[in-house]
């Protein structure tokens, strides 16, 4: 008889909830975590897109720690010496709260405390090594040595799944699996928040950067969202570029993206407060480890769901739900667990919006990692708002004719833009 019905590895957002859901089916459930408190290993930016929070904490409002919710939302290229922005603020998004602004040190230990609540065993400070197996069903964990038995496992280690790759279950991960987060919290006083980014103390700015201004080759991200009385300044960057580019290192990306003059000013007099890095999946399909196994499901960035098409960012949200559905194939089971029963798993990922997005999207990486995106759209885009907005009382061109002397003026055809254009727009 094994000591647990379930252990779950890691609780961030998808173990947590996964914990939570399990524990409220009545299984006796140990979630485990190397961080202690939760959180405290965890870097993201970090908006909660979605619903999701109110399918494993119902009442969600009365004790989350949201920071703000997403009222002005921005997505901009960078150029050297200039901002081509679209920006969006609608009162709808205030209502509907789809984007919470949470800060994950704060928010990871609210929801592993719902997971005791409901009922868990939470154990932090102990990283998992790898599974225990027995005639090729999962029946545990081991840490240093030591076995805890379970009857399945819920791997939910996030994009650095050394438990996966320990216990045979995956390859090890290439530079082209995942991109390298940075991420740096800066103080401001909440009225200074609120009036550089025009919002009230519950609304919030959240913008997403293309930041093909940086030198040497480098492709990258950026994002900006504000919290109460901070700030979250971060860059993703591909790693491939990065390793490829033996010079450049991370403090100087966020260096040259600090310094940018239209950031600059956003964090002026700010005291720097916390830096940190984290891997971020970025492979898509490719990259995905079997999902499923005799004994052990996989949830969240350990199964590489996240989502990026430059406009937003998204993890949390597929964390959450696959966390949940993976509980939820556990517990329709639980008289019988075997790879075949959990195979369910697949199913119901592939019903929710987890494994349909990654799908739509297969290849979106190709997008937003392109030369294209990154260095020549940038180029091109700011050559036209220069035509059209710097008058010099010489007669006007149209359009068209802007664009096309932008376009020859950064040295591509018309019928390549044409092209690249219709293929971005297609996966994006
Ligand atoms: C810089 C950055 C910005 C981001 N911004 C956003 C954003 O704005 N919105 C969004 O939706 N997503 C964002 N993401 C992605 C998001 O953070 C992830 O998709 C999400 O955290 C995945 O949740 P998870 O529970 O699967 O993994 P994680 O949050 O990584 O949690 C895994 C947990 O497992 C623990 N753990 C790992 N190994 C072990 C082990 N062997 N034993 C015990 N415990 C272990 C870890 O300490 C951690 O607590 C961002 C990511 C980065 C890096």
């Not at 921005?74 to 509907?96: C, G, H, N, P, W």
């Not at 739900?321 to 195979?343: H, M, P, V």
């Not at 997005?357 to 990154?374: E, H, K, M, P, R």
Request: glycine letters at 10%; proline letters at 3%.
């Amino acid at each position: 008889m094994s000591e647990f019905d379930v252990i779950v590895i890691g609780a961030g957002p998808a173990g947590s909830s996964a914990a939570i859901k399990l524990a409220q089916g009545g299984m006796n459930v140990l979630l485990v975590e190397r961080g202690d408190p939760p959180g405290t290993k965890n870097v993201s930016g970090a908006v909660l897109w979605g619903d999701e929070l109110s399918r494993v904490v119902p009442d969600w409002e009365r004790s989350a720690p949201i920071e703000r919710f997403v009222t002005r939302k921005e997505v901009a290229f960078l150029t050297e010496r200039s901002k081509i922005a679209i920006s969006y603020s609608s009162q709808d998004l205030m209502e509907k709260k789809s984007g919470k602004i949470i800060v994950r040190g704060k928010f990871d230990q609210w929801l592993a405390r719902k997971a005791k609540d409901a009922g868990a065993m939470l154990v932090t400070g102990i990283t998992v090594d790898k599974l225990v197996m027995d005639d090729g069903k999962v029946i545990g964990v081991m840490q240093d040595g030591d076995v805890v038995t379970s009857d399945a496992v819920i791997v939910a280690e996030g994009a650095n799944p050394r438990v996966l790759i320990n216990s045979g279950l995956r390859p090890k991960l290439s530079d082209h699996d995942v991109a390298l987060g940075i991420k740096e919290t800066i103080k401001l006083p909440e009225n200074v928040i609120n009036e550089r980014f025009n919002v009230d103390s519950k609304g919030g700015y959240a913008s997403e950067f293309v930041l093909g201004f940086l030198e040497d080759g480098l492709l990258s991200g950026g994002f900006l969202y504000t919290n109460k009385d901070t700030v979250s300044l971060g860059i993703v960057a591909s790693l491939d570029r990065l390793r490829a580019n033996g010079m450049t290192h991370s403090y100087d990306i966020m260096g040259k993206f600090e310094e940018h003059p239209f950031i600059k000013n956003l964090i002026k007099d700010g005291i720097p407060d916390e830096y940190a890095a984290h891997l971020v999946p970025e492979g898509g399909l490719a990259s995905m480890p079997e999902l499923y196994g005799n004994g052990y499901l996989v949830a969240g960035d350990a199964a590489m769901f996240t989502f990026s098409n430059g406009m937003v960012l998204q993890g949390i949200n597929y964390a959450i739900t696959s966390g949940l559905l993976a509980a939820e194939t556990i517990l329709e089971n639980k008289t019988k667990i075997n790879k075949e029963t959990l195979s369910s798993y697949v199913t119901k990922l592939r019903n929710s919006y987890v494994l349909s997005d990654l799908y739509t999207f297969n290849g979106i990486q190709n997008v937003t990692w392109s030369d294209f995106t990154q260095k020549t759209m940038p180029k091109i885009l700011d050559s036209v708002m220069m035509s059209m907005f710097d008058e010099r009382g010489m007669p006007k061109k149209h359009l068209m004719q802007v664009l096309t002397a932008a376009v020859k003026s950064n040295g591509m055809r018309y019928t390549d833009l044409i092209s690249s254009g219709y293929r971005m727009m297609r996966k994006m």
